[in-house]
């Protein structure tokens, strides 16, 4: 089954603590990317990858960190999470007709 | 930023019912796309329209695309309980490709 996975689906840190949540694909597509949604303000994007060894800035890229070693696995690293990245995290590849395809979310508080 | 609105935030309707949202942007695209978000999921595609496309339809969805106005609506049509979730539209930016920019969404209510 085509799917992208991300780990951990619910994380609780405190301020400071370095995190990193995986994310995965099955389906050998090369563009990858990640997102935050916060209530209101529906999804932001903080980073993409058009394919390995490859990222650059979405709208809100400040206090992450990404890399693209491998095709299937896009990491989002957060060195010193602070309370405000406390947010619901979506990773999404793209296929060749520009639809994205969603993981099932990552819940972060930071406290 | 780029970043749409959606309108209504919040629709609520009887099943069988038609549900219609828009959605506005700011600058130019390439193509526009709507999104269901069932209740703290990922998100599903479900329809792309391009900035040459003035009307595109999908089943039960009919998508139009005004340019010039920069606004697009999403009808479905005869809804189900089933189709209560988030719409969102989602952007790309005109000289790229890569970067998409998403409203704010609609949260519908179908009724059964």
């Known amino acids: 089954e085509a799917q992208v996975t991300q780990n951990p689906r619910y994380l609780i840190t405190v301020t400071g603590k370095k995190l990193t949540v995986t994310c995965s694909q099955n389906m050998n597509h090369e563009y990858m990317s990640w997102y935050r949604q916060d209530p209101g303000l529906g999804l932001r994007q903080i980073y993409y990858?058009?394919?390995?060894?490859?990222?650059d800035k979405g709208d809100v890229p400040e206090g992450y960190k990404v890399s693209r070693k491998e095709k299937r696995n896009f990491p989002l690293i957060l060195e010193s999470p602070s309370p405000n990245q406390t947010s619901l995290y979506f990773c999404?590849?793209?296929?060749?007709?520009?639809?994205?395809?969603f993981g099932p979310g990552t819940r972060l508080t930071v406290t | 930023s780029q970043q749409g609105e959606e309108d209504p935030q919040a629709l609520s309707i009887q099943e069988g019912e038609n549900a219609t949202m828009n959605c506005s942007y700011k600058?130019?695209?390439?193509?526009l796309q709507w999104y269901r978000q069932n209740s703290g999921r990922g998100l599903v595609h479900l329809i792309l329209i391009r900035s040459n496309e003035r009307e595109k339809h999908s089943g039960r969805l009919r998508v139009t695309l005004d340019t010039s106005k920069k606004s697009s609506s999403l009808l479905i049509t005869a809804s189900r309980a089933a189709d209560t979730a988030s719409y969102f539209c989602a952007t790309d930016a005109i000289d790229n490709f890569n970067k998409f920019y998403f409203g704010s969404g609609t949260k519908l209510n179908v009724k059964p």
């Open positions: 990858s058009m394919n390995v060894e490859v990222t």
């Open positions: 600058t130019s695209i390439n193509n």
């Open positions: 999404a590849t793209k296929g060749s007709l520009y639809e994205q395809y």
